[in-house]
């Protein structure tokens, strides 16, 4: 059965715009999920994290096999445009947050961990789609870091936040207790194409333009290029050094 909302002022619309923002996602512990691609396969793979799915037409989902538990919600065009940030016109997935804990930095790592403080969405975005791709064993997210529910890191991580152990870290003064190895990418550090990868590490990457604090106690790395451009984009550079160490354990 449909559940039709025309009106901006309906309260259930208005919880939804607020699921734009990171402070509405903490505070009712839901998030949005859109994309041609991620929605149909979060359906398929992880059914029970979503409870609404929000159409702008009935038959945009005649023929899915919709779970029973997740209600259609028909939404007026400008109610369903404001919520299609992206605007992919198509289905939007309404979600329960999971609980994300608290990281143990005194414990020593496993695998390779990435402590990261990246506070544009979409950067955080991709760095978590790399993360997956090159097989991180978990996510560290400092207090500066955006929310890896909020629309836009969704949109480009595809999906790859429901496969990470994602975990808070607190502030930067946390990382003077962390047990390590701790590493950082950096403009003046070693050469991190013969960099010999430790099976245990924790790769610790900061805001953009900005870069990892002098203070943080950790080995810089360097990743040699042609000193055409003066710095990689933060994200790029995770990559780079996530692929290493994923190539070296091959």
């Given at each position: 059965m449909?559940?039709?909302?025309?009106?901006?002022?309906?309260?259930?619309?208005?919880?939804?715009s607020g699921l734009l923002e990171s402070r509405g996602i903490r505070k009712q512990g839901q998030f949005l999920l859109a994309g041609l691609k991620t929605v149909p396969e979060a359906l398929?793979?992880?059914?029970?994290?979503?409870?609404?799915?929000l159409i702008r037409h009935p038959e945009w989902i005649t023929d899915w096999p919709l779970p029973e538990h997740i209600q259609p919600v028909v939404l007026a065009g400008p109610l369903f445009r404001e919520l299609d940030v992206s605007g992919t016109d198509y289905p939007i997935?309404?979600?329960?947050?999971?609980p994300i804990a608290q990281a143990d930095l005194s414990a020593p790592p496993k695998g390779l961990e990435?402590?990261?403080?990246?506070?544009?969405?979409?950067?955080?975005?991709?760095?978590?789609?790399?993360?997956a791709?090159?097989?991180?064993?978990?996510?560290?997210?400092?207090?500066e870091a955006a929310h890896p529910f909020h629309p836009k890191c969704l949109r480009a991580a595809s999906n790859a936040v429901f496969t990470l152990d994602i975990v808070r870290g607190g502030r930067w003064a946390a990382l003077d207790q962390a047990e390590g190895p701790l590493l950082a990418?950096?403009?003046?550090?070693?050469?991190?194409?013969?960099?010999p990868w430790p099976e245990d590490a924790r790769l610790i990457l900061?805001?953009?333009?900005?870069?990892?604090?002098p203070q943080v106690p950790a080995q810089r790395l360097t990743?040699?290029?042609?000193?055409n451009v003066e710095s990689l984009n933060a994200t790029v550079a995770a990559s780079i050094a996530l692929f290493t160490y994923y190539a070296g354990g091959q």
């Open positions: 449909f559940h039709y909302i025309d009106s901006p002022q309906n309260p259930q619309f208005k919880s939804w398929t793979r992880w059914p029970l994290h979503f409870t609404r799915i997935l309404v979600g329960t947050l999971p990435l402590v990261c403080a990246l506070g544009d969405p979409a950067n955080l975005g991709a760095l978590l789609r790399s993360a791709a090159f097989g991180a064993s978990k996510v560290i997210l400092l207090e990418l950096d403009a003046g550090g070693d050469d991190l194409a013969t960099f900061g805001e953009e333009g900005q870069g990892v604090p990743i040699g290029n042609t000193g």
